[in-house]
C-alpha cells in the first residue's frame, strides 16, 4: 500500500478543528525522559492525516476538487494505521495500566471498538458515485469530520488521563519495556510504513527526540537495532554477510573458527560467486516443485495442533478432571492466533491475488467466532475454580473442540481445492514465494518469534529447510537483517540442545546432514544465520554510541584460521540470535496476549475477537440490554433514548437545510437549543451526582473519569454548533433575496461544516452513552441496592428546576412507549412520595400519571379512590359554587365532618377546606352579590380597583409586601388585592392564589386572565414582574425566585440546583452546603414551636436545630436569649461545653447542707438520652456519661448513694 506523504494535501478548509489539550512534550519533558510520550509524537502524526483527509473531503463536497481515488487511499491508509495502533494499545498498554490503576482502560478500549463503524460508513459512500452527487459529497466531508472529531477526542483523552499515570505508574525501563511489546505487536508489514510516516510527520527535532527514545527502547543487540532504526529511516537494509566479512576477500570467504573472551564459537563459511551459484542451484533441487504448497505446511501444522487440543479435552471429559488449566489457556490462545493471522494472510495476499472475487472472509470470521466461544468455556472453570466438574460442561468444552476442528477442515480443504491449483497454474515460482513471503510479514514480531520456532517443530528436515530457502529467495536484498532475525527464530524449532537448557540446535546442525552430503552442507550452512561470520553481539549487548556507531562499529576479528571445517563447533553450539525480550515479568503482562484480528471491513468489526481476557469477553457479555427487572437507577438511561432520537434528528435534518427555507432553519435551531440545554442538565447530574456515588465506592475508583472528559469536549462540540448556526443566521438576515454568488458559497461552505458537526456530536454522544450503557449501568445494580439507587435519583431530581423538568419530561416521553413512560413516572413518584411532585406534575401534566399495564388493566383501585377523592374535593368544594346555597346547616356540617375523617387529605388541603367551607356562605353570597368579570374590562365595580404602589414618592406599583406592577382578582371575594398577604389582612379568611384566574394592570386598570405581561395595546406588552410563576399566580419585580416542583412553592433563590437542593425525605428545599445533613422525614411540615406558624409556606427564613428541628430565624434569635435547649425534644441547641465547665466549678465551690451531701437522685439526659445518677442538687444535676448538664430527675433516693453511674 502507497504511503501518503506527511505533507501532501489540501489546506483545511472551513472546519472548527476539536480541542486537544497541550501535549505533554510541551512541559519539557521529553519522550527520551519518559518513553511512554512518545505515544503523543503518534498521535500527532494522526492527527495531521486526520486533518488532510477531512481537508479533502471539504474540498471535494464544496468545490468539487480533488481526486476520489487519492482520498479512498489516504483514508485506508490511515485506518490502517490507526486500527494497528489502537490494536496494539489494547494488547500492551491497557493491560498493564489496569494492574496498577483499576477502571480505566476498560472505556478506551470500548471506544476502540466503536471506530470501526465509522470507517465503515466511510469506506461504504466511497463506493458510490461520489464525482457526481453533491448529497454524498457532503455526507462523505461530514463523515471524515465525524471521524476526525471522534478521534481526536480520544486521543486527548488518553493524553490527559492515561498517559500521566503510565509515567506515574511505571518507572523509565517499565515504560520502555511497554512502547516496546507495542511495536512489537504491530504486524511486520505495516511497521515498515508506519515508522517513516511517522518520522515524516513530525519536526526535526521531534524526530530526533523519537531517535533517542528509540535508542533507550529497542534492546541492545544490533541486529533489531539494525531492523528498526533502518524503518523509521526508510532506508534499504545493508547486507549483513557484506557488513560483517568486509575485512575478508570480496570474491571469497573462509569458514574459519575463533573464540572470543567469553568462549563462544563463530563460525563463517567458505565460498566463491561460483560456489554461492552452485549452492542456490542444488538448493533448487531440495524445493518443492510449486512453492506456494508451503501453505499446505501451515495446514497440517494447524491441524495437529487441533487435533491434540481436541485429544485433550476428550481426555478431560473422560476423567472429569482440568488439571493445567492456564497452559490448556495459553494453548488454545496461541493456536487461535496462529489461526487469525493465517487467516489475515489468504485475505489480505493470497486470495486478492489469486481471484479477486474468491474470499473466504466470512469462514474467517466464523473461525474466530468459534474461538471465542471456546475461550469463554474455559474462562468460566478459571472464575469457577473446583466447583466446575459438571459433565454436561465437559461435554460442552468437547463438543466446541469438534466443531472447531470440523469448521477448519471444511474450510482448509475448500481452500486446498479451490485455491492452490489456481496459484500453481497462474503464478511462477517467484510470485508464489513472494506471497508466501508477505503472507509471513503479516504478523507481529512478537508472534513470529513464538510461530516460527513451532512451526519448523512441525515439518520435516528437508521441508524446513524449504521454508528456509523460499523465504530467503523471496525476501528483497534490502530485508535481509529481517530475514536474518526470522531464520534465526526457525532455527530454534529444531532440536532442543540439552546440555544448555532453553537452547536449541541450529537448523543447519545434525539435524540437517543426514540430508545434505558434505559439500551442499557446508554451502548451505549460509542460510542459518548462526553460519554466518559475526562476532556474537547478536546475544551479547554492546555499549551505546552514536546510531553511525551502532550501525558500523562491528567487530570483524574473526577471519584468523583457515582450516579445519569438520572439526568447527558450529554444528553442536547453541544459536545466537537475539531474543525480543518482550516477557517482562515486572510488567506482569502477559506478552502473548489474545491478537486482535486485523482483518478488513466489513467483517472485521463485527466478528468477535480474541483478545486481552481484560476487555474481550466480560464486557461484550455484561450488557445485554435491560431486562424486565425494573431498577431505580433506570430512570437516568432512558434519558439516553430521547437523546440519540434528537441526535438523529439533527444529524439528518442538517442535511436538508442547504434545500430548506428559513422557517426550517428556525425549526433546527429550536430544536437544537433545546436538546442542548437538557443534555447540559443531564451531564451535569452525572458529573455532581452519578460519578460521586460511582467513585464512593472503594472497587469503583477511576471509572467515571472519562465520562467527565467527555462531558467536557461534549459541550465544547455544542458550542461550536452553535458558533455555526449564528453564523448562518446572521448570513439570512444580512443578505436579501436573491442570494449572489458569494453569499451562496459562503452558505454552502457553512451548511457544510453544520452538517459534519452534527454528524459529530452524534457519533461521539451516541457512542459515549452506549459505553456508560456497556460499562456503568451495570455496576449499579452489582453494588447499589434499591434503596441507594432511590437516593441517586432524588438527588438529581432534586437539583432540577422546575422549568428545565416542564422541557424534559415531555421532551423524554416522547421518546418512549407508554410502558416505559409508566415505569420512569413510577420511578420518579416513588423516589418524591413525601413531596409535593404528584400536586405539580397534575397541575400541568397531560400524559400518564399511573402506572398502567400494557394489557390495559386500569390502576390499582386503592390508587383510583385516592385520585377520586381528590377530584371531587377540587370539585365539591370550591367556593362560589350555586350547590352551597341548597345545603343547610346540618348538612354543611356533615360534609365539614366528613372532610375532616378523610385520611387521605393533606393536612394542608384539608385545612383549606375545612375553612372555605365554613365560611362558604358568606363568600357565595358575596360572588352572587358582584357583577361578573366577563361584563366589562374595566374594573369598574370591583373593590379595590385603584392602583396602590409600594412607593408613592416614586410612583412605583406594588404593596408593602412585593414590588409588581398587576393586582390580582381573589375567587373568594371577588376583590382586588395587590398579594394574598393584603388579603389576608383584610379579610376574615385566606386566599388561594393559585386559584386565580384574573389580574388587573395597574396602568391600565384593565382586568384580564392573569399572565406575565398586560394585554392591552396601550400598555404595550408591560411587564407585570421580572419574575411570573403561573402555577402559583406569583409575580415579583425585585428578588431572585425559583419555583420547586416538590415544595409546589415559589421560594426565594437563585433556583435548585444554583443554591438550593431539595431534599426528598426531609421534604424541604436546603442550601447546597447541606447537602450532607441529618435527614428527617417532612421535618419542615410542622408549626413553628415558638410563633405557631406553619413552617413549610412560611415567607420568613427558617433556621435547622443541630437535633433536626426547625423554628424561624428570627424566633431562634429571640428563644436562645433565654434558653439553650430546643422546645420540642430538650436537647441542647449547640455546643454547651465552656457553660458545662462554669456550672463544674460552681458546683464544685458550693457546700450543700449536710443531710443533702449522701443522697443521690436518679436521672435522664436530654443530650446522650441515657439514664443515670447524679449527687443530690436543687437545680444542676450532670450526666456521668456526657457531662451534659441537660437533664431531668426521674427519682430522688434518701438513702446512700455513690457519685458513680
Same mark, same amino acid.
Given at each position: 500500500?502507497?504511503?501518503?506523504?506527511?505533507?501532501?494535501?489540501?489546506?483545511?478548509?472551513?472546519?472548527?478543528?476539536?480541542?486537544?489539550?497541550?501535549?505533554?512534550?510541551?512541559?519539557?519533558?521529553?519522550?527520551?525522559?519518559?518513553?511512554?510520550?512518545?505515544?503523543?509524537?503518534?498521535?500527532?502524526?494522526?492527527?495531521?492525516?486526520?486533518?488532510?483527509?477531512?481537508?479533502?473531503?471539504?474540498?471535494?463536497?464544496?468545490?468539487?476538487?480533488? $481526486?476520489?481515488?487519492?482520498?479512498?487511499?489516504?483514508?485506508?491508509?490511515?485506518?490502517?494505521?490507526?486500527?494497528?495502533?489502537?490494536?496494539?494499545?489494547?494488547?500492551?498498554?491497557?493491560?498493564?495500566?489496569?494492574?496498577?490503576?483499576?477502571?480505566?482502560?476498560?472505556?478506551?478500549?470500548?471506544?476502540?471498538?466503536?471506530?470501526?463503524?465509522?470507517?465503515?460508513?466511510?469506506?461504504?459512500?466511497?463506493?458510490?458515485?461520489?464525482?457526481?452527487?453533491?448529497?454524498?459529497?457532503?455526507?462523505?466531508?461530514?463523515?471524515?469530520?465525524?471521524?476526525?472529531?471522534?478521534?481526536?477526542?480520544?486521543?486527548?483523552?488518553?493524553? +490527559?488521563?492515561?498517559?500521566?499515570?503510565?509515567?506515574?505508574?511505571?518507572?523509565?525501563?517499565?515504560?520502555?519495556?511497554?512502547?516496546?511489546?507495542?511495536?512489537?505487536?504491530?504486524?511486520?508489514?505495516?511497521?515498515?510504513?508506519?515508522?517513516?510516516?511517522?518520522?515524516?510527520?513530525?519536526?526535526?527535532?521531534?524526530?530526533?527526540?523519537?531517535?533517542?527514545?528509540?535508542?533507550?527502547?529497542?534492546?541492545?543487540?544490533?541486529?533489531?537495532?539494525?531492523?528498526?532504526?533502518?524503518?523509521?529511516?526508510?532506508?534499504?537494509?545493508?547486507?549483513?554477510?557484506?557488513?560483517?566479512?568486509?575485512?575478508?576477500?570480496?570474491?571469497?570467504?573462509?569458514?574459519?573458527?575463533?573464540?572470543?573472551?567469553?568462549?563462544?564459537?563463530?563460525?563463517?563459511?567458505?565460498?566463491?560467486?561460483?560456489?554461492?551459484?552452485?549452492?542456490?542451484?542444488?538448493?533448487?533441487?531440495?524445493?518443492?516443485?510449486?512453492?506456494?504448497?508451503?501453505?499446505?505446511?501451515?495446514?497440517?501444522?494447524?491441524?495437529?495442533?487441533?487435533?491434540?487440543?481436541?485429544?485433550?479435552?476428550?481426555?478431560?471429559?473422560?476423567?472429569?478432571?482440568?488439571?493445567?488449566?492456564?497452559?490448556?489457556?495459553?494453548?488454545?490462545?496461541?493456536?487461535?492466533?496462529?489461526?487469525?493471522?493465517?487467516?489475515?494472510?489468504?485475505?489480505?495476499?493470497?486470495?486478492?491475488?489469486?481471484?479477486?472475487?474468491?474470499?473466504?472472509?466470512?469462514?474467517?470470521?466464523?473461525?474466530?467466532?468459534?474461538?471465542?466461544?471456546?475461550?469463554?468455556?474455559?474462562?468460566?472453570?478459571?472464575?469457577?475454580?473446583?466447583?466446575?466438574?459438571?459433565?454436561?460442561?465437559?461435554?460442552?468444552?468437547?463438543?466446541?473442540?469438534?466443531?472447531?476442528?470440523?469448521?477448519?477442515?471444511?474450510?482448509?480443504?475448500?481452500?486446498?481445492?479451490?485455491?492452490?491449483?489456481?496459484?500453481?497454474?497462474?503464478?511462477?515460482?517467484?510470485?508464489?514465494?513472494?506471497?508466501?513471503?508477505?503472507?509471513?510479514?503479516?504478523?507481529?514480531?512478537?508472534?513470529?518469534?513464538?510461530?516460527?520456532?513451532?512451526?519448523? %517443530?512441525?515439518?520435516?528436515?528437508?521441508?524446513?529447510?524449504?521454508?528456509?530457502?523460499?523465504?530467503?529467495?523471496?525476501?528483497?536484498?534490502?530485508?535481509?537483517?529481517?530475514?536474518?532475525?526470522?531464520?534465526?527464530?526457525?532455527?530454534?524449532?529444531?532440536?532442543?540442545?540439552?546440555?544448555?537448557?532453553?537452547?536449541?540446535?541450529?537448523?543447519?546442525?545434525?539435524?540437517?546432514?543426514?540430508?545434505?552430503?558434505?559439500?551442499?552442507?557446508?554451502?548451505?550452512?549460509?542460510?542459518?544465520?548462526?553460519?554466518?561470520?559475526?562476532?556474537?553481539?547478536?546475544?551479547?549487548?554492546?555499549?551505546?554510541?552514536?546510531?553511525?556507531?551502532?550501525?558500523?562499529?562491528?567487530?570483524?576479528?574473526?577471519?584468523?584460521?583457515?582450516?579445519?571445517?569438520?572439526?568447527?563447533?558450529?554444528?553442536?553450539?547453541?544459536?545466537?540470535?537475539?531474543?525480543?525480550?518482550?516477557?517482562?515479568?515486572?510488567?506482569?503482562?502477559?506478552?502473548?496476549?489474545?491478537?486482535?484480528?486485523?482483518?478488513?471491513?466489513?467483517? @472485521?468489526?463485527?466478528?468477535?475477537?480474541?483478545?486481552?481476557?481484560?476487555?474481550?469477553?466480560?464486557? $461484550?457479555?455484561?450488557?445485554?440490554?435491560?431486562?424486565?427487572?425494573?431498577?431505580?437507577?433506570?430512570?437516568?438511561?432512558?434519558?439516553?433514548?430521547?437523546?440519540?432520537?434528537?441526535?438523529?434528528?439533527?444529524?439528518?435534518?442538517?442535511?436538508?437545510?442547504? $434545500?430548506?427555507?428559513?422557517?426550517?432553519?428556525?425549526?433546527?435551531?429550536?430544536?437544537?437549543?433545546?436538546?442542548?440545554?437538557?443534555?447540559?442538565?443531564?451531564?451535569?447530574?452525572?458529573? +455532581?451526582?452519578?460519578?460521586?456515588?460511582?467513585?464512593?465506592?472503594?472497587?469503583?475508583?477511576?471509572?467515571?473519569?472519562?465520562?467527565?472528559?467527555?462531558?467536557?469536549?461534549?459541550?465544547?462540540?455544542?458550542?461550536?454548533?452553535?458558533?455555526?448556526?449564528?453564523?448562518?443566521?446572521?448570513?439570512?438576515? %444580512?443578505?436579501?433575496?436573491?442570494?449572489?454568488?458569494?453569499?451562496?458559497?459562503?452558505?454552502?461552505?457553512?451548511?457544510?461544516?453544520?452538517?459534519?458537526?452534527?454528524?459529530?456530536?452524534?457519533?461521539?454522544?451516541?457512542?459515549?452513552?452506549?459505553?456508560?450503557?456497556?460499562?456503568?449501568?451495570?455496576?449499579?445494580?452489582?453494588?447499589?441496592?434499591?434503596?441507594?439507587?432511590?437516593?441517586?435519583?432524588?438527588?438529581?431530581?432534586?437539583?432540577?428546576?422546575?422549568?428545565?423538568?416542564?422541557?424534559?419530561?415531555?421532551?423524554?416521553?416522547?421518546?418512549?412507549?407508554?410502558?416505559?413512560?409508566?415505569?420512569?413516572?413510577?420511578?420518579?413518584?416513588?423516589?418524591?412520595?413525601?413531596?409535593?411532585?404528584?400536586?405539580?406534575?397534575?397541575?400541568?401534566?397531560?400524559?400518564?400519571?399511573?402506572?398502567?399495564?400494557?394489557?390495559?388493566?386500569?390502576?390499582?383501585?386503592?390508587?383510583?379512590?385516592?385520585?377520586?377523592?381528590?377530584?371531587?374535593? $377540587?370539585?365539591?368544594?370550591?367556593?362560589?359554587?350555586?350547590?352551597?346555597?341548597?345545603?343547610?346547616?346540618?348538612?354543611?356540617?356533615?360534609?365539614?365532618?366528613?372532610?375532616?375523617?378523610?385520611?387521605?387529605?393533606?393536612?394542608?388541603?384539608?385545612?383549606?377546606?375545612?375553612?372555605?367551607?365554613?365560611?362558604?356562605?358568606?363568600?357565595?353570597?358575596?360572588?352572587?352579590?358582584?357583577?361578573?368579570?366577563?361584563?366589562?374590562?374595566?374594573?369598574?365595580?370591583?373593590?379595590?380597583?385603584?392602583?396602590?404602589?409600594?412607593?408613592?414618592?416614586?410612583?412605583?406599583?406594588?404593596?408593602?409586601?412585593?414590588?409588581?406592577?398587576?393586582?390580582?382578582?381573589?375567587?373568594?371575594?371577588?376583590?382586588?388585592?395587590?398579594?394574598?398577604?393584603?388579603?389576608?389582612?383584610?379579610?376574615?379568611?385566606?386566599?388561594?392564589?393559585?386559584?386565580?384566574?384574573?389580574?388587573?394592570?395597574?396602568?391600565?386598570? @384593565?382586568?384580564?386572565?392573569?399572565?406575565?405581561?398586560?394585554?392591552?395595546?396601550?400598555?404595550?406588552?408591560?411587564?407585570?414582574?421580572?419574575?411570573?410563576?403561573?402555577?402559583?399566580?406569583?409575580?415579583?419585580?425585585?428578588?431572585?425566585?425559583?419555583?420547586?416542583?416538590?415544595?409546589?412553592?415559589?421560594?426565594?433563590?437563585?433556583?435548585?440546583?444554583?443554591?438550593?437542593?431539595?431534599?426528598?425525605?426531609?421534604?424541604?428545599?436546603?442550601?447546597?452546603?447541606?447537602?450532607?445533613?441529618?435527614?428527617?422525614?417532612?421535618?419542615?411540615?410542622?408549626?413553628?414551636?415558638?410563633?405557631?406558624?406553619?413552617?413549610?409556606?412560611?415567607?420568613?427564613?427558617?433556621?435547622?436545630?443541630?437535633?433536626?428541628?426547625?423554628?424561624?430565624?428570627?424566633?431562634?434569635?429571640?428563644?436562645?436569649?433565654?434558653?439553650?435547649?430546643?422546645?420540642?425534644?430538650?436537647?441542647?441547641?449547640?455546643?454547651?461545653?465552656?457553660?458545662?465547665?462554669?456550672?463544674?466549678?460552681?458546683?464544685?465551690?458550693?457546700?450543700?447542707?449536710?443531710?443533702?451531701?449522701?443522697?443521690?437522685?436518679?436521672?435522664?439526659?436530654?443530650?446522650?438520652?441515657?439514664?443515670?445518677?447524679?449527687?443530690?442538687?436543687?437545680?444542676?444535676?450532670?450526666?456521668?456519661?456526657?457531662?451534659?448538664? @441537660?437533664?431531668?430527675?426521674?427519682?430522688?433516693?434518701?438513702?446512700?448513694?455513690?457519685?458513680?453511674?
Amino acid at each position: 500500500m502507497a504511503t501518503p506523504m506527511a505533507g501532501e494535501g489540501p489546506i483545511a478548509h472551513a472546519a472548527i478543528l476539536p480541542r486537544s489539550p497541550p501535549l505533554p512534550t510541551a512541559a519539557g519533558v521529553s519522550a527520551a525522559e519518559a518513553p511512554v510520550l512518545i505515544f503523543v509524537y503518534f498521535h500527532k502524526a494522526i492527527r495531521a492525516e486526520l486533518e488532510r483527509m477531512r481537508a479533502a473531503a471539504v474540498l471535494l463536497a464544496t468545490e468539487r476538487a480533488g $481526486d476520489v481515488a487519492a482520498l479512498e487511499a489516504r483514508c485506508r491508509f490511515l485506518f490502517s494505521i490507526y486500527r494497528h495502533h489502537c490494536d496494539a494499545e489494547d494488547a500492551v498498554i491497557f493491560p498493564a495500566l489496569d494492574i496498577r490503576v483499576k477502571n480505566v482502560a476498560g472505556t478506551y478500549s470500548l471506544e476502540h471498538k466503536g471506530e470501526n463503524d465509522l470507517f465503515a460508513h466511510l469506506f461504504a459512500l466511497l463506493q458510490l458515485d461520489v464525482q457526481n452527487d453533491d448529497g454524498i459529497r457532503r455526507e462523505l466531508a461530514s463523515c471524515t469530520g465525524a471521524i476526525q472529531t471522534f478521534l481526536t477526542q480520544h486521543m486527548s483523552k488518553e493524553e +490527559e488521563q492515561v498517559f500521566p499515570l503510565l509515567i506515574k505508574k511505571f518507572s523509565h525501563e517499565e515504560q520502555a519495556g511497554l512502547v516496546w511489546q507495542f511495536l512489537c505487536s504491530i504486524p511486520v508489514n505495516m511497521m515498515a510504513e508506519f515508522l517513516p510516516w511517522l518520522s515524516a510527520s513530525v519536526s526535526p527535532d521531534e524526530n530526533q527526540d523519537i531517535l533517542d527514545c528509540l535508542r533507550k527502547i529497542v534492546p541492545e543487540e544490533k541486529l533489531l537495532q539494525e531492523i528498526i532504526f533502518s524503518w523509521i529511516e526508510g532506508k534499504s537494509f545493508r547486507t549483513i554477510t557484506q557488513d560483517f566479512c568486509s575485512p575478508c576477500s570480496k570474491s571469497s570467504f573462509r569458514y574459519e573458527c575463533s573464540s572470543d573472551q567469553s568462549d563462544k564459537h563463530v563460525c563463517s563459511l567458505e565460498h566463491s560467486k561460483v560456489g554461492k551459484r552452485k549452492c542456490s542451484e542444488s538448493s533448487h533441487s531440495q524445493l518443492a516443485v510449486h512453492p506456494i504448497d508451503e501453505i499446505l505446511y501451515w495446514h497440517n501444522a494447524i491441524r495437529s495442533e487441533l487435533s491434540d487440543i481436541a485429544e485433550e479435552t476428550r481426555r478431560i471429559q473422560q476423567s472429569g478432571f482440568f488439571s493445567g488449566i492456564s497452559a490448556f489457556n495459553t494453548r488454545l490462545q496461541f493456536i487461535a492466533d496462529v489461526c487469525i493471522f493465517h487467516s489475515i494472510a489468504e485475505d489480505q495476499v493470497i486470495f486478492p491475488a489469486v481471484d479477486g472475487e474468491l474470499s473466504f472472509v466470512q469462514e474467517h470470521a466464523e473461525e474466530e467466532r468459534r474461538f471465542n466461544k471456546f475461550r469463554c468455556l474455559i474462562e468460566q472453570v478459571q472464575k469457577a475454580g473446583a466447583r466446575s466438574t459438571a459433565v454436561d460442561f465437559y461435554s460442552e468444552l468437547c463438543a466446541q473442540a469438534d466443531q472447531i476442528m470440523q469448521k477448519i477442515e471444511r474450510h482448509f480443504n475448500d481452500e486446498e481445492t479451490k485455491v492452490l491449483p489456481e496459484a500453481r497454474i497462474n503464478f511462477s515460482p517467484e510470485k508464489q514465494r513472494e506471497l508466501l513471503y508477505r503472507s509471513l510479514c503479516v504478523m507481529p514480531l512478537k508472534l513470529l518469534e513464538r510461530v516460527l520456532p513451532w512451526f519448523t %517443530a512441525k515439518l520435516r528436515d528437508e521441508d524446513a529447510v524449504s521454508f528456509l530457502q523460499n523465504m530467503r529467495l523471496a525476501a528483497p536484498s534490502s530485508e535481509t537483517a529481517l530475514v536474518t532475525l526470522l531464520s534465526g527464530w526457525a532455527c530454534k524449532g529444531r532440536l532442543e540442545d540439552t546440555s544448555n537448557p532453553g537452547k536449541f540446535i541450529c537448523l543447519t546442525s545434525g539435524a540437517m546432514s543426514p540430508a545434505l552430503d558434505g559439500n551442499e552442507f557446508k554451502k548451505c550452512l549460509s542460510f542459518c544465520p548462526c553460519s554466518i561470520g559475526y562476532n556474537g553481539d547478536f546475544s551479547r549487548p554492546v555499549k551505546r554510541a552514536s546510531r553511525a556507531e551502532s550501525s558500523t562499529n562491528i567487530n570483524r576479528n574473526h577471519c584468523l584460521q583457515s582450516a579445519d571445517i569438520e572439526e568447527s563447533p558450529c554444528n553442536n553450539r547453541p544459536c545466537c540470535i537475539p531474543r525480543l525480550r518482550v516477557e517482562s515479568s515486572y510488567l506482569c503482562v502477559n506478552s502473548f496476549a489474545s491478537t486482535k484480528s486485523f482483518r478488513s471491513l466489513p467483517y @472485521n468489526y463485527s466478528a468477535p475477537s480474541l483478545y486481552s481476557s481484560l476487555f474481550s469477553w466480560e464486557t $461484550d457479555a455484561s450488557f445485554s440490554g435491560p431486562d424486565n427487572i425494573s431498577r431505580p437507577i433506570d430512570t437516568i438511561f432512558k434519558f439516553h433514548k430521547a437523546i440519540r432520537k434528537d441526535l438523529e434528528f439533527l444529524d439528518v435534518e442538517s442535511g436538508k437545510l442547504i $434545500d430548506e427555507n428559513e422557517s426550517c432553519l428556525r425549526q433546527f435551531i429550536g430544536r437544537f437549543h433545546l436538546l442542548w440545554g437538557l443534555y447540559r442538565a443531564h451531564s451535569n447530574a452525572e458529573d +455532581e451526582t452519578v460519578f460521586p456515588a460511582l467513585e464512593s465506592k472503594e472497587t469503583l475508583h477511576n471509572v467515571s473519569h472519562s465520562y467527565t472528559l467527555d462531558h467536557k469536549q461534549e459541550e465544547e462540540l455544542f458550542q461550536d454548533i452553535s458558533t455555526v448556526l449564528s453564523e448562518i443566521s446572521q448570513l439570512h438576515d %444580512a443578505l436579501g433575496q436573491p442570494l449572489d454568488v458569494e453569499a451562496v458559497r459562503k452558505r454552502n461552505e457553512l451548511l457544510t461544516q453544520l452538517q459534519g458537526l452534527c454528524k459529530s456530536i452524534r457519533v461521539t454522544l451516541s457512542n459515549h452513552v452506549h459505553r456508560e450503557e456497556l460499562e456503568l449501568w451495570p455496576l449499579f445494580d452489582k453494588h447499589f441496592s434499591v434503596e441507594e439507587q432511590d437516593k441517586i435519583i432524588g438527588r438529581i431530581i432534586g437539583t432540577t428546576g422546575a422549568e428545565v423538568l416542564q422541557s424534559m419530561l415531555p421532551w423524554v416521553t416522547s421518546a418512549l412507549s407508554l410502558e416505559e413512560q409508566n415505569k420512569m413516572l413510577d420511578t420518579w413518584k416513588q423516589a418524591t412520595k413525601n413531596t409535593m411532585f404528584d400536586e405539580w406534575l397534575n397541575e400541568w401534566w397531560k400524559g400518564p400519571l399511573t402506572s398502567s399495564d400494557p394489557s390495559g388493566k386500569a390502576a390499582p383501585p386503592e390508587e383510583s379512590h385516592f385520585q377520586e377523592n381528590l377530584e371531587q374535593c $377540587d370539585q365539591m368544594f370550591r367556593p362560589g359554587w350555586k350547590d352551597i346555597f341548597r345545603m343547610n346547616q346540618s348538612e354543611l356540617e356533615a360534609e365539614i365532618r366528613k372532610v375532616s375523617r378523610d385520611s387521605t387529605l393533606d393536612p394542608r388541603r384539608k385545612a383549606y377546606l375545612i375553612q372555605n367551607l365554613m365560611t362558604s356562605r358568606w363568600i357565595a353570597a358575596q360572588q352572587k352579590s358582584q357583577p361578573s368579570a366577563e361584563d366589562h374590562n374595566r374594573c369598574t365595580g370591583i373593590p379595590g380597583c385603584v392602583p396602590s404602589y409600594r412607593d408613592p414618592e416614586k410612583q412605583i406599583f406594588g404593596c408593602e409586601h412585593y414590588k409588581r406592577n398587576c393586582k390580582l382578582v381573589a375567587v373568594c371575594c371577588n376583590k382586588l388585592f395587590t398579594c394574598r398577604f393584603c388579603h389576608d389582612k383584610a379579610s376574615d379568611h385566606t386566599m388561594e392564589r393559585k386559584a386565580t384566574v384574573e389580574m388587573m394592570c395597574m396602568l391600565c386598570l @384593565n382586568v384580564q386572565p392573569v399572565g406575565p405581561t398586560c394585554q392591552t395595546p396601550s400598555c404595550n406588552g408591560l411587564s407585570m414582574a421580572k419574575y411570573y410563576c403561573s402555577i402559583c399566580k406569583f409575580f415579583d419585580d425585585e428578588r431572585s425566585v425559583y419555583h420547586c416542583p416538590f415544595c409546589n412553592l415559589c421560594r426565594l433563590g437563585n433556583g435548585l440546583g444554583a443554591d438550593f437542593f431539595h431534599c426528598m425525605k426531609c421534604n424541604c428545599c436546603l442550601g447546597m452546603k447541606l447537602i450532607e445533613h441529618k435527614c428527617r422525614e417532612k421535618m419542615l411540615e410542622m408549626n413553628c414551636p415558638i410563633c405557631c406558624d406553619f413552617l413549610f409556606t412560611s415567607s420568613a427564613a427558617v433556621k435547622g436545630l443541630p437535633c433536626g428541628h426547625f423554628m424561624h430565624s428570627a424566633c431562634f434569635q429571640a428563644y436562645t436569649c433565654t434558653h439553650y435547649t430546643c422546645p420540642i425534644c430538650s436537647k441542647s441547641l449547640g455546643d454547651m461545653t465552656v457553660y458545662f465547665g462554669m456550672l463544674d466549678g460552681l458546683l464544685a465551690a458550693e457546700q450543700l447542707p449536710e443531710e443533702y451531701r449522701d443522697r443521690c437522685q436518679d436521672i435522664l439526659c436530654n443530650d446522650c438520652e441515657r439514664k443515670g445518677r447524679s449527687r443530690f442538687h436543687w437545680l444542676y444535676h450532670k450526666c456521668g456519661f456526657c457531662g451534659s448538664y @441537660n437533664t431531668r430527675v426521674i427519682k430522688t433516693d434518701t438513702a446512700e448513694c455513690s457519685t458513680s453511674n
